[in-house]
T-cell receptor
């Protein structure tokens, strides 16, 4: 069964903290991976793609571990504005099917 | 501006009254999809379309219909809405290959 699993949280952290989310996927043939951010039941928006070698965008770092079938998102120096739900998305090799995790909720407080 | 536009944003209706939620994209994307999002269940795919006149069922297609007569539009039709279809609905489109999904603003539907 195709699955993408995330810890739902919530993760409650103070401003300035470093926080990491993991996401596991069951289909070893999955080929593309993304992190999306969703605010207050608004539409999900792409945060970053996840590349095999890992990639960084400012305070955000994404990693892929194919052997263990998980991806991670690291947020450094958390800001209040980082409070949101973070969705892990995996593309099935079979076609264009994109499988969403249920999301991890982050709450950053001052 | 590249975007996916859904209408309406909010809709309250009664059981059995047919409704259509429209979705339009201006990015010339071939792939379009509808999702519903419910607390604790995440995003679940209803239907998707790989191209004009090509539609396929997603994970939760029961009670829904779609059509893809032209590339830019992908309406979601509820022929006889029921209260269990009360949800937040998102339309999305994507380009070819590993490009990401672009979502519309969402439609919050309440069926009483």
């Amino acid at each position: 069964r195709k699955e993408v699993e995330q810890d739902p949280g919530p993760f409650n952290v103070p401003e300035g903290a470093t926080v990491a989310f993991n996401c596991t996927y069951s289909n070893s043939a999955s080929q593309s991976f993304f992190w999306y951010r969703q605010d207050c039941r608004k539409e999900p928006k792409l945060l970053m793609s996840v590349y095999s070698s890992g990639n960084e965008d400012g305070r955000f770092t994404a990693q892929l571990n194919r052997a263990s079938q998980y991806i991670s998102l690291l947020i450094r120096d958390s800001k209040l504005s980082d409070s949101a739900t973070y969705l892990c998305v995996v593309k099935d090799q079979a076609g264009t099917a994109l499988i969403f995790g249920k999301g991890t909720t982050l709450s950053v407080s001052s | 501006e590249a975007q996916v536009t859904q209408n309406p944003r909010y809709l309250i209706t009664v059981t059995g009254k047919k409704l259509t939620v429209t979705c339009s994209q201006n990015m010339n994307h071939e792939y379009m999809s509808w999702y519903r999002q419910d607390p604790g269940l995440g995003l679940r795919q209803i239907y998707y379309s790989m191209n004009v006149e090509v539609t396929d069922k997603g994970d939760v297609p029961e009670g829904y219909k779609v059509s893809r007569k032209e590339k830019r539009n992908f309406p979601l039709i509820l022929e006889s809405p029921s209260p269990n279809q009360t949800s937040l609905y998102f339309c999305a489109s994507k380009g070819q290959g590993n490009s990401p999904l672009h979502f519309g603003n969402g439609t919050r539907l309440t069926v009483t």
